[in-house]
Nanobody
Framework: VQLQASGGGLVQAGDSLRLSCAAS????????VGWSRQAPGKAREFLAA???????EYSDSVKGRFTISRDNAKNTVYLQTNNLNPADTGVYSC????????????????WGQGTLVTVSS
């Protein structure tokens, strides 16, 4: 299974972006997928996860602003990010979940290169 994040860019505070996580090698609906981000100089932070049966989980920092979803036909998981602010700047990555709680970053496989989101004030 390989997951590739895309869709980042430079936006202004208050803007929205839809990030994509394209899967190959296995149907994305067969496993849970999570999103995380890493801001410059900071530790990686869990953002959201979606389970095979469609349940979702969010960190408190993005709950109500970000939405994770999945398109089985396109084998892609999305992260809709709304009302972005400069604190949301970072590299956003997706990964397959293997074990543990969904907000446990070590329970995921390789987070990959990710896609850079830069939010200007």
């Amino acid at each position: 299974v390989q997951l590739q994040a895309s869709g980042g860019g430079l936006v202004q505070a208050g803007d929205s972006l839809r990030l994509s996580c394209a899967a190959s090698g296995r149907a994305v609906s067969d496993y849970a997928v999570g999103w995380s981000r890493q801001a410059p100089g900071k530790a990686r932070e869990f953002l959201a996860a979606i389970t095979p049966d469609g349940r979702t989980e969010y960190s408190d920092s993005v709950k109500g602003r970000f939405t994770i979803s999945r398109d089985n036909a396109k084998n892609t998981v999305y992260l809709q990010t709304n009302n972005l602010n400069p604190a949301d700047t970072g590299v956003y990555s997706c990964a397959r979940h293997y074990n543990g709680e969904y907000d446990y970053l070590d329970g995921y496989n390789y987070w990959g290169q990710g896609t850079l989101v830069t939010v200007s004030s």
